[in-house]
């Protein structure tokens, strides 16, 4: 009996790419990404449901599940032209954050040290401590720089009592000295927190956040221009940290918090293919992504369309050739 594919489960990959065994590095050292799931919301403030996220990340999609994806734009395949595997979730409990934690920064810690970039599929955003510290272990403590889209900064202190959560996982990283605050650049911000006596802490940390307000004076590509090219000074790469409420809960109502007012899925989507193609991605993740508040999974898709363009991305930077934004698809004139 032909079975009918990995579309509907129940073992399914990412849109069907190779699985690995992350008790088995033999079955991923070879890979040029490891797509691995993080299930948690255990730190989530408002609404929760994040943990499903890898699950409707990975499916969400509308062609076969047949591992393999061209890119219109980019004239790649990113789960072609690269070596991607997925190596399933990592057991993560939501009672108890600080053993979930632990646990998945092992795991991208030993990712990592193959050589491989980790894509990390989320869950809440207290994940990306785990995620850039794994990285940074493996790749340089400090030497790794963050890229961050969000509505929020992710920089509180103590929230509910505890130092974990979906709230604080940016200011974690800087405490530890896995990432550099002058080397953190956060993309997308709005709304009414975090307070002065936060927004203090990180100018004394040397942060650079770009609120909306100045995103839509200066110009949405000035501003990526400015981050791209500042993002490589005295490190050695960067890790892609996506919060899909950037994006305007029109675009992407299935999150934990939303925000009114964010960048549009266009944007976001030019945006990560750009960075994917102009500097080296040491590990991604693309976090929030809630979907029992989703509406006819338009957030999964929007999820599962940042990770073609990161891998898009990076497969174009593999192959070496030059990509002009500007190049048509089809041109029966010429």
């Known amino acids: 009996m032909t079975r009918y594919g990995h579309q509907y489960g129940p073992d399914y990959t990412f849109l069907g790419v190779p699985a690995a065994d992350l008790d088995d590095p033999s079955t991923y050292k070879d890979a040029?990404?490891?797509i691995v799931g993080?299930?948690?919301?255990?730190?989530?403030?408002?609404?929760?449901?994040?943990?499903?996220?890898?699950?409707?990340?990975?499916?969400?999609?509308?062609?076969?599940?047949?591992?393999?994806?061209?890119?219109?734009?980019?004239?790649?395949?990113?789960?072609?032209?690269?070596?991607?595997?997925?190596?399933?979730?990592?057991?993560?409990?939501?009672?108890?954050?600080?053993?979930?934690?632990?646990?998945?920064?092992?795991?991208?810690?030993?990712?990592?040290?193959?050589?491989?970039?980790?894509?990390?599929l989320g869950g809440d955003h207290t994940i990306t401590w785990p995620d850039v510290t794994g990285v940074a272990r493996a790749r340089?403590?400090?030497?790794?720089?963050?890229?961050h889209f969000d509505a929020h900064a992710d920089t509180g202190d103590?929230?509910?009592?505890?130092?974990?959560?979906?709230?604080q996982p940016m200011r974690r990283l800087i405490e530890s000295g896995a990432a550099r605050g002058d080397k953190f650049f956060q993309i997308g911000l709005r709304g009414y927190w975090p307070p002065p006596d936060i927004l203090e802490w990180m100018t004394e940390q040397k942060m650079r956040s770009y609120e909306m307000t100045e995103i839509v004076a200066r110009g949405f590509d000035v501003v990526m221009d400015e981050v791209i090219d500042a993002s490589m000074d005295e490190c050695d790469g960067v890790f892609l940290s996506v919060d899909i409420d950037v994006v305007d809960p029109g675009s992407a109502p299935g999150t934990g918090t939303p925000e009114p007012g964010g960048l549009t899925s266009r944007q976001l989507l030019d945006a990560v293919r750009d960075i994917a193609y102009r500097v080296p991605l040491l590990g991604i993740d693309v976090v929030e992504v809630s979907p029992p508040y989703d509406h006819a999974d338009i957030?999964?898709?929007?999820?599962?369309?940042?990770?073609?363009?990161?891998?898009?991305?990076?497969?174009?930077?593999?192959?070496?050739?030059?990509?002009?934004?500007?190049?048509?698809?089809?041109?029966?004139?010429?």
């Open 158 to 167: 103590i929230e509910f009592g505890s130092l974990v959560g979906h709230g």
């Open 140 to 147: 340089g403590w400090g030497k790794v720089s963050v890229i």
């Open 38 to 120: 993080a299930p948690f919301d255990g730190g989530a403030s408002y609404r929760s449901g994040a943990r499903f996220g890898p699950q409707a990340i990975r499916a969400a999609c509308y062609l076969g599940h047949d591992g393999s994806r061209p890119s219109l734009a980019m004239r790649v395949d990113g789960l072609q032209d690269l070596t991607v595997v997925d190596v399933g979730d990592v057991e993560m409990y939501s009672g108890d954050a600080q053993r979930s934690c632990a646990d998945l920064e092992k795991v991208i810690e030993q990712i990592s040290t193959t050589g491989a970039a980790p894509l990390v």
């Open 32 to 34: 040029d990404v490891v």
């Open 299 to 334: 957030t999964a898709l929007l999820g599962n369309r940042v990770v073609l363009e990161a891998l898009s991305g990076m497969a174009k930077r593999k192959s070496g050739e030059p990509w002009d934004k500007s190049q048509p698809l089809l041109d029966g004139r010429s």
